[in-house]
């Protein structure tokens, strides 16, 4: 450098650039952790079994009125869901009426099975990964909520294989006599979601883990006494659950079979009666809410320090829409539907305090309730429930795909969806539930199984 250029404006330049650069430096050390680094990609998965738009609808007019707005309505992202299962048979070929087994499969491995099936292959009773496993194994936390008992096909799809959904406990295990631990199969579902160990298993089922292990190291053992030998807590009520603190893995069982619905039933009719309200106060102090299980589901899930978090997938699910649907139970869906909806809430307020959260509420398949004309509600071949709504209007709930008396049955309509966070926006338009699968793998980060062929429909 020439020594004519040391003048003492070149020396002023000089002292600017280097505190400039030590600034930078400076603000770019201390700014790595806020701006360049991802947030943590959590999934929470809220499924509504047996919720199509009929029952949204009915759940809307009744709570808020035609012109009133659920949470679920709020949600920035809306698309529609196909739902079909495959045929056992011939699975090139759709079976179009999908039971909760098979849709919970396809959304929990990316892959469709015939009905009853959870997680295995059709034909063949190979078992398929599933996400929970996937993020388990890749050192996420997980979790599993249900109203109905654990064992049930929905969160069942989540963590167990077996050829036939209603394998609940060692003492069901006739329908599935290779899944036997004594053959040297994987055993029932309630010994499989304690064997696949998420992080939170809260809902029914206590009669299932009461059941004796039949063989294998635990045998004899309890199932819940196994599940606590491996680790977890035990709760049985809402009190015990709303006090626990973050820690061990916790098992959450809060009924025999599956937690009461929310709101008292009411009786569908033929001829149609008169127009009544709903009646809350249905479930048993003892058993939490679908949003008291949630929360807990969440406060266990969240990290202490964002910033080492693994992220986490939560499966929570509103159990009983469909089962009360089944028994023409207007009330008993509402009061499940709207309870839901509060859980709607209280994920998004979670996904909203951490953005690297993906919020998807979906049904699994629609159901039997229409909206008919009052006017015309004696014509219905079927039963009726008439409701005064929110709006002081009636409104006439016809269930007619059985005969009186029987079993109401599932329906094969698109399903709508709801959606929010990162990736949201693919969900918007005509999906499968398929997509969601491979949607959530994605945004978890995790590679694609060594065993899955089927290509996602990219929406
Ligand atoms: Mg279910
Ligand atoms: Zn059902």
Request: proline share 8%.
């Amino acid at each position: 450098m020439h020594p004519r250029s040391l003048t003492p404006r070149f020396l002023a330049a000089s002292i600017l650039l280097l505190a400039t650069l030590a600034q930078g430096c400076t603000a770019l050390r201390w700014s790595a952790p806020d701006e360049h680094r991802q947030p943590t990609p959590n999934v929470i998965l809220l499924i509504a079994d047996g919720l199509g738009a009929p029952g949204l609808t009915m759940a809307r007019n009744y709570h808020v009125g035609a012109n009133g707005r659920l949470a679920i309505d709020q949600l920035p992202v809306h698309g529609w869901c196909t739902t079909h299962a495959v045929r056992e048979d011939d699975p090139a070929r759709p079976d179009y009426v999908t039971d909760s087994a098979a849709s919970a499969t396809a959304i929990a491995t990316g892959r469709k099975t015939s009905n009853r099936r959870l997680a295995t292959e059709p034909q063949t009773d190979a078992a398929i990964p599933t996400i929970l496993e996937q993020a388990r194994d890749a050192g996420l936390r997980t979790g599993l909520v249900s109203t109905a008992s654990l064992a049930d096909a929905t969160p069942a799809a989540f963590a167990a294989h077996v050829n036939y959904r209603w394998c609940y406990d060692p003492a069901m295990m006739a329908g599935c006599p290779t899944f036997t631990k004594m053959s040297g199969g994987l055993g029932s579902i309630v010994e499989q979601l304690v064997d696949a160990r998420p992080d939170v298993l809260l809902g029914g089922g206590m009669v299932s883990f009461r059941q004796r292990i039949a063989a294998g190291p635990d045998a004899g053992r309890r199932v819940v006494e196994a599940a606590r030998a491996a680790g977890y807590r035990v709760v049985d009520s809402a009190d015990e659950l709303g006090g626990l603190e973050p820690g061990a893995p916790v098992l959450g069982l809060f009924a025999d079979g599956n937690l009461a619905p929310a709101w008292k039933p009411s009786l569908a009719s033929f001829p149609p009666g008169e127009a009544e309200r709903c009646e809350p106060g249905n479930r048993p102090p003892r058993q939490p809410s679908f949003t008291a299980m949630l929360e807990a589901a969440l406060r266990h899930l969240e990290p202490a320090r964002a910033d080492r978090a693994p992220g986490f997938f939560l499966m929570a699910e509103a159990a009983m829409i469909d089962k009360q649907a089944h028994v023409a139970d207007a009330c008993g869906q509402i009061g499940d539907t709207v309870e839901f909806d509060e859980g709607v809430a209280l994920a998004r307020a979670f996904a909203e305090r951490h953005p690297g959260t993906l919020l998807i509420v979906v049904g699994d398949h629609d159901h039997t309730p229409q909206i008919v004309d009052p006017a015309y509600a004696e014509y219905s071949p079927g039963i009726t429930t008439t409701l005064t709504t929110f709006d002081g209007s009636p409104m006439t709930i016809a269930y007619a795909t059985s005969f009186f008396g029987l079993r109401q049955q599932h329906t094969a309509s698109q399903r709508p969806l709801a959606a929010l966070g990162p990736a949201a926006e693919r969900l918007g338009g005509l999906v499968d539930h398929a997509d969601l699968y491979h949607l959530m793998r994605e945004h978890l980060g995790l590679a694609r199984p060594a065993a899955g062929g089927d290509e996602a429909l990219q929406p």
